[in-house]
């Protein structure tokens, strides 16, 4: 096979150790160094002094992302690639040899790199993720503070419609300072909730022990401060997204996608839609928002969608689940989908839909505009009339079709 690039590093990367094996013309080199960033910088060092121009890696973990800062600042072309694409021939295996293997690969030109956004928007990754993270426990907290809630018989969540909410707030402060009286507490209530002080009393009728007190009392302060560990983090990433405010609007005019998401949607295909992805079918591809191919002697078998980038994909479906009853075009995608092959799969459908209307949203620079409920309805105009000549037919009737005239 021809040689594309002379002088290439192939990397096999560890937890503690990095396998490297450079080729050149003069033949090939292979070290084993250590993951501390003493003997890291020693390893970018060894790859200048053999004048290595490009270096390939396994995508393993969070392992390579050290390494990658580093090539990154010594202008060094560097290629993280997926371990499924670069497999070797099955038999001994041993990390000098899958090195031997990554280097080879990349002498020749077969590796694919993986999506490897800059040092901006990886940073602004790490943040939009963990603060997905930390809203995702503090709804667990929510639900921690039900069971407790439950576990003492008293019944605020049949009463309110969020237990978290400004009146139940307060009733469950009190609770846990060790307030117990009905009526005290139902006089927490206040505006529209002052109309439901009788079916508070009942509700806020139970046996609370000392240990379910402390256990209140817990959780309400993990919350607050989950709440400013949040409220922190949506400042952070509002001034790092400020510059691209206008492609967040077009992201938040598509119904089911909030601010925040659109953030996070920003956050992991970055800034530059239109070079990082040719198309918009290859921008769900790698988000993992399409079928897989799995055909063999003219048989189609079982395709699941691949992985792809699970934040994206998580939530896009969750938006997707969200605009089931909507009087738009995605509502009516999602019910026409359900009611042929399940929620699950409409849930699916409907990610794809939005992750495409992003993809023409940003390289057009345009705002959502929507088709319509009755988008469906119009497309199939025709196929619904005979059906329904047909059906009632069927009933003895006999009907006469006329257009109306539109004035």
């Known amino acids: 096979m021809e040689v594309v690039i002379e002088r290439a590093c192939g990397m096999d990367v560890h937890k503690d150790n990095i396998t490297a094996c450079i080729m050149t013309p003069e033949g090939k080199e292979i070290q084993t160094f250590s993951t501390k960033t003493v003997f890291l910088l020693q390893l970018v060092e060894w790859n200048k002094q053999h004048n290595c121009t490009n270096v390939a890696m396994e995508s393993t973990s969070v392992y390579w992302k050290p390494i990658v800062n580093l090539l990154e600042a010594e202008d060094i072309e560097f290629l993280v690639v997926n371990a499924q694409h670069m497999k070797a021939v099955p038999g001994r295996k041993t990390d000098v040899k899958d090195a031997e293997w990554i280097a080879k690969l990349l002498r020749h030109g077969l590796l694919k790199a993986s999506f490897i956004p800059d040092r901006n928007q990886r940073e602004l990754r790490e943040l939009v993720r963990y603060r997905r993270s930390i809203i995702e426990e503090r709804a667990r907290q929510h639900n921690r503070i039900q069971k407790v809630l439950e576990g003492a018989n008293i019944k605020l969540g049949s009463v309110v419609s969020d237990i978290m909410g400004v009146s139940a707030r307060d009733m469950l402060d009190a609770i846990a300072e060790g307030e117990e009286d009905p009526e005290k507490l139902a006089n927490f209530a206040r505006r529209t909730m002052k109309k439901k002080k009788d079916e508070l009393e009942l509700a806020l009728k139970g046996y609370i022990n000392p240990h379910q007190q402390l256990m209140l009392k817990t959780l309400l302060k993990h919350i607050d401060f989950l709440t ?163 059906r009632l037919e069927s009933l003895g009737y006999t009907v006469t079709i006329q257009e109306s005239e539109v004035s």
């Open 228 to 390: 400013e560990q949040i409220e922190m983090l949506d400042q952070e990433v509002a001034q790092r997204v400020s510059a691209y405010q206008e492609d967040i609007d077009r992201l938040d005019s598509i119904p089911g996608i909030s601010k925040k998401m659109a953030e996070q949607m920003l956050s992991e295909i970055g800034t530059n839609v239109k070079k990082q992805f040719p198309s918009a079918p290859h921008m769900c591809s790698w988000a993992g928002l399409v079928p897989g191919h799995n055909e063999s002697a003219g048989k189609r078998k079982s395709a699941k969608t691949k992985k792809g980038n699970k934040y994206l994909r998580s939530a896009l479906t969750e938006a997707a689940h969200s605009v089931r009853g909507s009087k738009n075009y995605l509502g009516a995608l999602y019910r026409r989908t359900a009611s042929r092959k399940g929620k699950k799969r409409a849930g699916i459908v409907v990610a794809h839909a939005i992750l495409r209307i992003s993809y023409y949203l940003l390289t057009r620079k345009e705002m959502y505009v929507d088709l319509g409920e009755d988008y469906f309805d119009k497309q199939k105009h025709q196929s619904i009339v005979r059906h329904s000549l047909r």
